[in-house]
C-alpha cells in the first residue's frame, strides 16, 4: 500500500508539471507492473487481442488517408507517431486485464489514483494562488516570469476523468464516505478556481449522467445513441449554425465575455466545417488543418487563417476522413455504448456512461485527438475503468 501511495504522489506531480509525459508514463507504469507480476507469479499475463483491433482499424484509417492528404509527408510522419501510441492503448488495457479482481488487492491501486487526484487538485490550487511558484522552481524560471494559467488545464482534466472510476470505487465498493468526501471537497475548490473549462464543463455532464440518467430504460439507451450520431453526422451543418448565433453566445457568462472562448471556437468550427464539406467523403488526410492556410475565416473572434487542429473530434474526422472517418466513428461509439449498457450492475454503467461522456466533452471543446497526451490519458482513465468493472460484486 505505502509503494502504491508513493506512486501515487509522484504521478500528481507528473500530471500537473509534465501533463505531457501521460504520452507514456502510463504504458511504462503498465509495462514494469506486468512483467514483475508475471516473474513474481510465474505466469504469462492474458493477452486479449480483441482488444488491438479497433486501435489498429483507426491505426489503418490514418495510414490509408496519407493517400489522398493535401500533404502526404506530415499525415505519414504522425500515423508513424501513431503507432507507438497505439502500442501504449494495448500495453495499458492488457495491463487491466490481467489485475487481480478481489477487493483487498485491488485497494493499492484505487487508493494511489485517489491519492493522485487529491495531491493533484491540491498542487494546482496552490499553484494558481502563488504565482506558479513550484511550475518556476522546477524549471530554474525567473520569479517575474509571465505565463498563462491554462499550462495547468492539461493536469485538471486528467484528474477530472480519473475522478469519475473513484467515485464508483469509493460510493459502491469500499463506501468511505470519508474518502470521498476529501476527494469531492478538493475537485470542488479547484473546479472554482482552474481555467480549464473544458474540465469543468466534463465534471458537471459526467455527474449528471451519473447520478441521473435513466440506466434501466432502454429506450433512454437507443435515444442516447442517436443523439450523439446525430451530432457528430450533422457537425459540419451544425457548426455553421452555431456560428450565426456566435455574437449572443460569446455574451453568455461563462461561454465568453472573459471566462469563456465561445467566440473563437464557434469561428474555428465554423470555417472548418465549410471547408471539409468541399471534400465530403475522404476528407484531406491525417493533420490536414496543420497545412491548410487557406481558411475562409471571418476573422471576427480570431485573427488570421490558420489552425493545429479543430478543437473538436467531429470536425477533426469530417476534415480528415470525411464521411468515411465520421461514420467509422459512430460505429464505434454506438458499440460501445451498447456494451455499456449490458453491462450487469448499474455501478458499472455508471462509470463506464458518465467517464464516456467526459471524454466526448473534452474531446468535443478542448484538445487535437491525436495528441499523444490526451491519447495516453484516455488509455490510462479506459484501463482504472476496466480495472473497476472487473472488480468483484457482492451486490
Known amino acids: 500500500m505505502s509503494i502504491a501511495l508513493a506512486l501515487g504522489a509522484v504521478f500528481s506531480i507528473i500530471m500537473i508539471e509534465y501533463p505531457r509525459a501521460f504520452a507514456f508514463m502510463p504504458a511504462l507504469f503498465a509495462l514494469v507492473h506486468i512483467f514483475s507480476q508475471s516473474i513474481s507469479s510465474k505466469v504469462m499475463p492474458h493477452f486479449s487481442w480483441r482488444s488491438i483491433v479497433p486501435l489498429l482499424v483507426i491505426w489503418s484509417l490514418g495510414f490509408s488517408s496519407v493517400f489522398w492528404s493535401v500533404d502526404p509527408a506530415v499525415s505519414l510522419e504522425r500515423c508513424i507517431k501513431l503507432g ?28 494511489g489514483i485517489a491519492i493522485m487526484v487529491i495531491l493533484g487538485a491540491l498542487i ?29 488545464n492539461r493536469g485538471t482534466v486528467i484528474l477530472t476523468l480519473l475522478t469519475l472510476s473513484l467515485l464508483g470505487y469509493f460510493l459502491y465498493i469500499r463506501r468511505s464516505i470519508k474518502a470521498l468526501s476529501i476527494i469531492i471537497l478538493c475537485l470542488t475548490f479547484l ?33 442516447l445513441m442517436l443523439f450523439i450520431a446525430f451530432l457528430i453526422i450533422s457537425a459540419p451543418h451544425v457548426a455553421p449554425w452555431l456560428y450565426g448565433h456566435a455574437e449572443y453566445i460569446n455574451s453568455l457568462p461563462f461561454l465568453g465575455g472573459n471566462m469563456g472562448y465561445a467566440g ?10 465549410r471547408y471539409a464539406l468541399d471534400s465530403p467523403i475522404l476528407g484531406y488526410g491525417l493533420e490536414a488543418t496543420k497545412v491548410i ?26 476534415i480528415e476522413f470525411g464521411a468515411v472517418g465520421a461514420l467509422g466513428c459512430v460505429s464505434l461509439i454506438l458499440w460501445m455504448l451498447y456494451r455499456i449498457s449490458k453491462l450487469p450492475y448499474k455501478a458499472d454503467k455508471q462509470v463506464c456512461l458518465s467517464s464516456f461522456i ?18 495516453g490519458t484516455v488509455f490510462f482513465t479506459t484501463a482504472t475503468i476496466l480495472y473497476f468493472v472487473r472488480l468483484e460484486k457482492t451486490d
Open 293 to 318: 492556410e487557406d481558411f475562409d475565416s471571418k476573422e471576427l473572434y480570431l485573427k488570421g487563417n490558420t489552425i493545429l487542429h479543430p478543437h473538436n473530434f467531429a470536425l477533426q474526422l469530417w
Open 191 to 223: 473546479m472554482l478556481q482552474t481555467d480549464s473549462q473544458s474540465a469543468q464543463l466534463a465534471l458537471v455532464l459526467a455527474l449528471l449522467f451519473f447520478f441521473l440518467f435513466p440506466y434501466g430504460s432502454r429506450v433512454s439507451w437507443y435515444a
Open 358 to 375: 467526459a471524454v466526448l466533452s473534452v474531446s468535443s471543446t478542448g484538445y487535437g485527438i491525436w495528441q499523444g497526451w490526451w491519447l
Open 264 to 273: 473563437p471556437r464557434l469561428e474555428i468550427w465554423d470555417y472548418v466545417a
Open 124 to 152: 494546482t490550487i496552490f499553484e494558481l494562488n502563488a504565482d506558479k511558484a513550484f511550475y518556476k522552481f522546477l524549471r530554474d524560471l525567473p520569479e517575474d516570469s509571465k505565463f498563462s494559467y491554462a499550462v495547468y
Open 84 to 111: 507507438p501510441v497505439m502500442l501504449i492503448g494495448f500495453v495499458i488495457i492488457t495491463w487491466a486485464l490481467n489485475q487481480p479482481t478481489d477487493l483487498k488487492r485491488s485497494k493499492p491501486y484505487f487508493y
